[in-house]
């Protein structure tokens, strides 16, 4: 069974443009979330998505937004993008509601350069 | 709110060396701790989880974590270190809202031949 998918896999964009991230689940699971994963940092939640409702949201500004579709997949997107946006974005799925003693399954991310 | 500390940017071991990577947490109510481990130019994958049913949690690899409430902490460990196991490590913490998990920020294992 493929895991979960995301795409890019590197992006290289200039400052103020808008960028598109896309992530496939693993099949079944109902549930996303995305990260973003500065270079030396941990990750920072940004959205979780459950039945294509958002169900949390980080601390990030409104420039950053996600959605789910009927299928599971989502997006996020980012619009005027800053140099400090450069990072590596992980998504990952879960099979339940996405409650926080759930296992997280990512995918490999998309690395995405600001110039 | 929650947060976890990991002590030590980096550890560096010898082949067959015990591994102890540190983390320390906080939160206001009974938490999810993970160790989540990631190898280069992949994503993270679970290694544990402590939800309250045991203290040892043991994990995949031969990597175990102890919670100790007291101390708040959750230690983990791994009896004799492989080759394999050089990547980064990340403890994290539930959030109380329900859908949010806290990452500390890393540490990267290196094991010497």
Redesign the interface.
Known sequence: DAG?TQSPTHLIKTRGQHVTLRCSPISGHKSV?W?QQVL??????IF?Y?EKEE??R?NFPDRFSARQFPNYSSELNVNALLLGDSALY?C?SSLGQ????E??F????TQLSVL | AQSVTQLGSHVSVSEGALVLLRCNYSSSVPPYLFWYVQYPNQGLQLLLKYTSAATLVKGINGFEAEFKKSETSFHLTKPSAHMSDAAEYFCAVSDTGGFKTIFGAGTRLFVKA
């Open positions: 979960v979330s990260y030396g940092q941990g990750p920072q939640f979780q459950y169900r949390g980080g992980l990952a996405g409650t926080t003693n296992k997280l990512f995918g490999s991310g």
